[in-house]
């Protein structure tokens, strides 16, 4: 029953991502009287739902490095401020983004918890908040354009055409609502991956993961909303900003649904890299704001005539405060539930300059030398840590920060391989990765990089790579499995989380 409470603000939140974010892959559509309403909520539910357990793991990720919340009370409340803050706005019929509110009670989070938050991983995801509309109004345009030369060159008959319209708009719709549920899971449950309460589920047919557990439970979320709640701004986005023909209504949801499976396909970024090429970032756009684009894009095409520009300076309002309302939200309610219910809402996490950090430290040139004054040193949070250095060395870069940080931090764990029987049976692992572990059972750590070195030494499969573009993918699954593996033993092992 606890664990359903504490579930329950994410579950409030994929509701209302359903009611604000989801419905918009099929508004166009609605609002142009080409798709039913009922017909756009069953595909766009199902669709969502795939999207949601096949390819959520990419974009929560991102969220994970940018504040890593490890307390399931701490995920509760985030969820919360983000969910009260969703629906505060869909309440107002602005088509705000998810991914706005949820980011921003990160960010509240780190604040009380006196955690640093990671400013490239924020800057990284914020940057798309003006580069996923930017991009959506140009696919918009160029399919536009494209969709225009086709139809004067076969001249259709105009029953024909309003047969493929619509066929097209729920296939791409479709399509749309997969990558949004690729994308946006992260929004609903990217907060609990870290303290996921269940127990991996074997169906016979197919293993469900403790985190693929979660994201279907939010796809169903999701899902309801999209039924409840979503026909209010449907009608925003359908009709309030530019009246759409079905021609254009086509092209505004193909335009947004390639933005989203650009930002949330995991295949597109290893393909990518394997061929040395600079990857997209997996990172949790918003439906909202690619729609939106799209549809301003339409605009532009037609000369900015028909552009209803109050709504959409309203939209873009309801963008910028978003994220401030959400982080305020949750710092208040976060010491509500610490002070007054008696909750912990997260774990402290010490940072200490112990002569094993200033030994490793001494291998990167130029650092060891600015932890001499803090030498024996320990620390209450990454904060106060920051801080320390900042004061003691104005110069140093946030990159050394970042490192220090890293190495300094104080994660205390014995391997018990009896506690990871299943990841050394179902191939998690390689057969020498595997054995590695086996070798250093027994052993305590203080930090994380400590294990890591410890198997390295006893094979390569567990040795970092050099950093480019080309072992970049690889380096990223080797971190996420050691953390994983240190997250495993340093909880109890009643199947925290999910491989």
Same mark, same amino acid.
């Given at each position: 029953?606890?664990?359903?409470?504490?579930?329950?603000?994410?579950?409030?939140?994929?509701?209302?991502?359903?009611?604000?974010?989801?419905?918009?892959?099929?508004?166009?559509?609605?609002? +142009?009287?080409?798709?039913?309403?009922?017909?756009?909520?069953?595909?766009?539910?199902?669709?969502?739902?795939?999207?949601?357990?096949?390819?959520?793991?990419?974009?929560?990720?991102?969220?994970? @490095?940018?504040?890593?919340?490890?307390?399931?009370?701490?995920?509760?409340?985030?969820?919360?401020? =983000?969910?009260?803050?969703?629906?505060?706005?869909?309440?107002?019929?602005?088509?705000?983004?998810?991914?706005?509110?949820?980011?921003?009670?990160?960010?509240?989070?780190?604040?009380?918890?006196? +955690?640093?938050?990671?400013?490239? %991983?924020?800057?990284?995801?914020?940057?798309?908040?003006?580069?996923?509309?930017?991009?959506?109004?140009?696919?918009?345009?160029?399919?536009?354009?494209? =969709?225009?030369?086709?139809?004067?060159?076969?001249?259709? @008959? /105009?029953?024909?055409?309003?047969?493929?319209?619509?066929?097209?708009?729920?296939?791409?719709?479709?399509?749309?609502?997969?990558?949004?549920?690729?994308?946006?899971?992260?929004?609903?449950?990217?907060?609990?991956?870290?303290?996921?309460?269940?127990?991996?589920?074997?169906?016979?047919?197919?293993?469900?993961? +403790?985190?693929?557990? /979660?994201?279907?439970?939010?796809?169903?979320?999701?899902?309801?909303?999209?039924?409840?709640?979503?026909?209010?701004?449907?009608?925003?986005?359908?009709?309030?900003?530019?009246?759409?023909?079905?021609?254009?209504?086509? %092209?505004?949801?193909?335009?947004? *649904?390639?933005?989203?499976?650009?930002?949330?396909? !995991?295949?597109?970024?290893?393909?990518?890299?394997? @061929?040395?090429?600079?990857?997209?970032?997996?990172?949790?756009?918003?439906?909202?704001?690619?729609?939106?684009?799209?549809?301003?894009?339409?605009?532009?095409?037609?000369?900015?005539?028909?552009?209803?520009?109050?709504?959409?300076?309203?939209?873009?309002?309801?963008?910028?405060?978003?994220?401030?309302?959400?982080?305020?939200?949750?710092?208040?309610?976060?010491?509500?539930?610490?002070?007054?219910?008696? !909750?912990?809402?997260?774990?402290?996490?010490?940072?200490?300059? +112990?002569?094993?950090?200033?030994?490793?430290?001494?291998?990167?040139?130029?650092?060891?030398?600015?932890?001499?004054?803090?030498?024996?040193?320990?620390?209450?949070?990454?904060?106060?840590?920051?801080?320390?250095?900042?004061?003691?060395?104005?110069?140093? *870069?946030?990159?050394?920060?970042?490192?220090?940080?890293?190495? *300094?931090?104080?994660?205390?764990?014995?391997?018990?391989?009896?506690?990871?029987?299943?990841?050394?049976?179902?191939?998690?692992?390689?057969?020498?990765?595997?054995?590695? /572990?086996?070798?250093?059972?027994?052993?305590?750590?203080? @930090?994380?990089?400590?294990? !890591?070195?410890?198997?390295?030494?006893?094979?390569?499969?567990?040795?970092?790579?050099?950093?480019? =573009?080309?072992?970049?993918?690889?380096?990223?699954?080797?971190?996420?499995?050691?953390?994983?593996?240190?997250?495993?033993?340093?909880?109890?092992? =009643?199947?925290?989380?999910?491989?």
């Amino acid at each position: 029953m606890m664990i359903l409470l504490y579930l329950s603000s994410g579950l409030f939140l994929g509701w209302s991502l359903g009611a604000n974010d989801a419905a918009n892959i099929f508004g166009t559509a609605v609002g +142009s009287k080409m798709v039913r309403f009922r017909t756009a909520a069953i595909i766009s539910s199902l669709s969502i739902l795939l999207g949601s357990w096949l390819s959520g793991r990419g974009a929560s990720r991102t969220l994970e @490095h940018l504040g890593e919340i490890n307390e399931i009370a701490g995920a509760f409340v985030v969820a919360l401020a =983000a969910a009260v803050t969703l629906y505060g706005m869909t309440r107002m019929k602005l088509p705000v983004s998810a991914t706005q509110s949820i980011v921003g009670a990160i960010v509240g989070w780190n604040y009380f918890s006196g +955690s640093v938050t990671d400013y490239d %991983t924020f800057r990284t995801i914020a940057a798309t908040w003006a580069i996923c509309p930017a991009l959506a109004a140009v696919f918009c345009m160029i399919l536009y354009l494209a =969709a225009r030369y086709i139809l004067m060159k076969s001249r259709i @008959h /105009l029953i024909k055409l309003d047969f493929y319209n619509r066929i097209g708009l729920l296939l791409v719709g479709a399509f749309g609502a997969y990558s949004l549920g690729a994308s946006n899971i992260a929004n609903v449950m990217g907060v609990f991956t870290q303290v996921s309460p269940f127990k991996p589920l074997d169906l016979y047919v197919v293993r469900l993961t +403790s985190v693929e557990q /979660l994201f279907i439970l939010g796809g169903i979320a999701i899902g309801v909303g999209v039924f409840t709640y979503s026909h209010r701004v449907m009608s925003t986005v359908g009709e309030g900003i530019v009246k759409l023909n079905p021609v254009s209504a086509l %092209t505004v949801v193909l335009a947004s *649904s390639l933005v989203l499976f650009l930002f949330a396909s !995991q295949d597109l970024q290893y393909l990518l890299a394997s @061929h040395g090429l600079p990857t997209i970032p997996l990172v949790p756009v918003s439906s909202t704001q690619a729609i939106v684009g799209a549809v301003i894009g339409i605009g532009v095409m037609h000369g900015g005539r028909g552009i209803n520009y109050r709504v959409v300076g309203k939209i873009v309002a309801g963008w910028v405060v978003t994220p401030v309302v959400a982080g305020a939200i949750a710092f208040i309610a976060l010491f509500i539930f610490q002070n007054v219910f008696m !909750q912990r809402v997260y774990r402290p996490v010490e940072y200490t300059v +112990s002569p094993e950090v200033v030994q490793r430290l001494a291998r990167e040139r130029g650092t060891v030398r600015l932890l001499v004054p803090l030498r024996g040193r320990t620390f209450k949070n990454a904060i106060s840590f920051r801080d320390s250095l900042a004061a003691l060395a104005p110069g140093i *870069s946030p990159k050394e920060i970042e490192m220090v940080l890293r190495l *300094s931090r104080v994660q205390r764990f014995t391997v018990n391989t009896s506690l990871l029987t299943r990841e050394l049976k179902s191939g998690f692992l390689t057969p020498r990765q595997a054995s590695a /572990l086996r070798d250093i059972n027994g052993m305590s750590f203080t @930090h994380t990089w400590q294990m !890591q070195e410890a198997l390295a030494e006893k094979t390569k499969d567990w040795a970092f790579r050099e950093d480019n =573009a080309e072992n970049r993918q690889y380096n990223k699954v080797l971190r996420d499995r050691i953390k994983y593996l240190v997250r495993r033993l340093s909880q109890p092992p =009643a199947g925290q989380n999910g491989i």
